[in-house]
C-alpha cells in the first residue's frame, strides 16, 4: 500500500478539531484506499447490505466499536447517513470518525442535517506531484497526460477506456443517483466542454449554445460540478480597481489525465506543459486548508496565475510555469502595482531547490510545488475549512 502522508496528517488535523472527517473526491481518486491505510480502524463499506443491517441501530454500533477509529466508506449509500453520523459526533465525541463518498455531505437529499461544527472536510485531489516518487513515477510528463486518479496512473500503457468508462460510472452513481440529472448526454457534453477549456475564462453563454442547454440549466450543471468536485470554478480577485476583472471566472477540470483525453490527446507536447503544470499546482493549493484561491486579470490581459489572501491587505501571488527561463514579470509587477503587501512565487519543477530572484524591482521566490505546499502549511496552520 503507497503511504499518502500529507493526507494522513490531512485527517489527523481535521479531527483535532471535530469528531468527524469527511473525505470527500472524485470516484477513483483513492479516497477507499486512504481510509484503509489508517491503522486501528474498524472499517465499513456502506455499499454492502451487510454493513447497513450492523448500522441499523446506530447506538448499539458505536457502542460496540473497541477501535479508535470508524470508517465509513461511500456513507452517502445508506437510508440516512446525517442521523448516524450525528449519533456519532453527540453521543460517541471520542470516537473518531471518516465518512467518504463522492460528493460533499450536502450534496445529496439524503442529509437532512448540516452537522454544523461536528465535522471538518478534506477534499482529496488528484496524485500530487510531490507524491510521484511514492506512485514509482519518474517523469512528470506520465503525470500530466495519464492524470492523478491512482488506476490511470499506474496503468502499464495510456487507457482511454479507463476515462470513457469513468465518466459512464459518474454520472450513473454521483449525478443521476445523487441529483436526478436527466439528459446524459448534454450534461456530458458540457462536461467534456469544460474539460476542454479548462484553465480559461468561462462563458456560460457560448457553453449553452454548444451542449443544447438553456443558461439556467448549464448553471445549475456547473453547480453540480463543484458540487461532486469535477470542476473547480476561481473568482478573480479584486478590491475595486476599475481595470481590473471583476465578476467572470476561471474554469479548471479535476485532472490533467481528463483535460488531456477531452482534447484528444494522447501525448504531451512541450507546449502542452505549461498549462498543464498550471493545474497541478492549483491541485497543491487545493490540499491545503486554504480558505480562498483567486486568480487576477486587468483589461490589459495582464493576468497572475493564483492568488491567496491572507487578510488585511495581503495577498499572495503565485505564477506557474513549466521552465523557468519563460517568465516575465508583466503580470505580477501589474498586480503589485495595485496590491504590494504579500509574497510571490514562481512555482516550477525546474526549481528543485528554492531561490530568490530580484527581478524588476520585485522579489520573487523560485520554488517547487512541495516546497509550496510547506511554505503555506507553515504560514496558514489553522485554516481547516469548517462546513
Avoid at 477534499?123 to 514509482?136: D, N, Q
Amino acid at each position: 500500500m503507497i503511504e499518502r502522508p500529507h493526507w494522513q496528517d490531512r485527517l489527523q488535523q481535521a479531527w483535532r478539531k471535530a469528531p468527524v472527517a469527511w473525505l470527500a473526491g472524485v470516484r477513483r481518486v483513492g479516497k477507499t484506499v486512504l481510509a484503509q491505510s489508517i491503522g486501528d480502524a474498524e472499517f465499513l463499506n456502506c455499499d454492502l447490505p451487510s454493513s447497513e443491517e450492523r448500522l441499523r441501530d446506530p447506538e448499539e454500533f458505536f457502542r460496540s466499536v473497541k477501535k479508535e477509529v470508524v470508517v465509513l466508506d461511500e456513507v452517502h449509500q445508506l437510508p440516512d447517513p446525517s442521523r448516524l453520523l450525528k449519533i456519532a459526533a453527540d453521543a460517541f465525541p471520542k470516537l473518531k470518525v471518516l465518512a467518504t463518498g463522492s460528493s460533499t455531505l450536502q450534496a445529496t437529499k439524503k442529509f437532512r442535517d448540516s452537522l454544523t461544527g461536528r465535522k471538518r472536510e478534506v477534499v482529496l485531489t488528484p496524485v500530487l506531484a510531490e507524491e510521484l516518487p511514492a506512485f514509482g513515477i519518474t517523469d512528470l510528463r506520465d503525470r500530466l497526460l495519464r492524470g492523478g486518479l491512482p488506476p490511470a496512473l499506474l496503468a502499464e500503457t495510456l487507457e482511454p477506456e479507463f476515462y470513457g468508462e469513468w465518466f459512464d460510472s459518474y454520472f450513473a452513481r454521483d449525478v443521476q443517483e445523487l441529483f436526478g440529472v436527466g439528459k446524459r448526454a448534454n450534461f456530458l457534453n458540457l462536461l467534456e466542454l469544460v474539460l476542454r477549456q479548462s484553465g480559461g475564462l468561462m462563458e456560460v453563454t457560448s457553453m449553452a449554445k454548444h451542449c443544447g442547454a438553456t443558461r439556467p440549466t448549464v448553471m445549475n450543471w456547473l453547480d453540480v460540478f463543484q458540487i461532486t468536485q469535477v470542476a473547480r470554478l476561481l473568482r478573480p480577485y479584486s478590491e475595486g480597481g476599475r481595470r481590473e476583472l471583476v465578476a467572470q471566472p476561471k474554469v479548471y477540470g479535476f485532472d490533467t489525465g481528463f483535460v488531456c483525453y477531452a482534447r484528444g490527446w494522447n501525448e504531451v507536447r512541450p507546449e502542452d506543459c505549461g498549462q498543464l503544470w498550471e493545474h497541478l499546482v492549483l491541485d497543491t493549493l487545493l490540499s491545503l486548508p486554504i480558505s480562498k484561491i483567486h486568480f487576477w486579470r486587468d483589461k490589459q490581459q495582464r493576468e497572475v496565475d493564483f492568488v491567496v489572501p491572507r487578510g488585511r491587505g495581503v495577498v499572495d501571488a503565485i505564477e506557474c510555469k513549466w521552465s523557468t527561463h519563460s517568465f516575465e514579470t508583466r503580470g505580477l509587477k501589474a498586480f503589485r502595482d495595485n496590491y504590494p503587501k504579500g509574497r510571490n512565487y514562481l512555482v516550477s519543477p525546474q526549481a528543485s531547490k528554492s531561490f530568490v530572484r530580484k527581478l524588476d524591482g520585485l522579489s520573487v521566490k523560485f520554488i517547487a510545488s512541495e516546497s509550496l505546499r510547506k511554505e503555506f502549511s507553515r504560514s496558514n496552520p489553522k485554516a481547516i475549512t469548517q462546513l
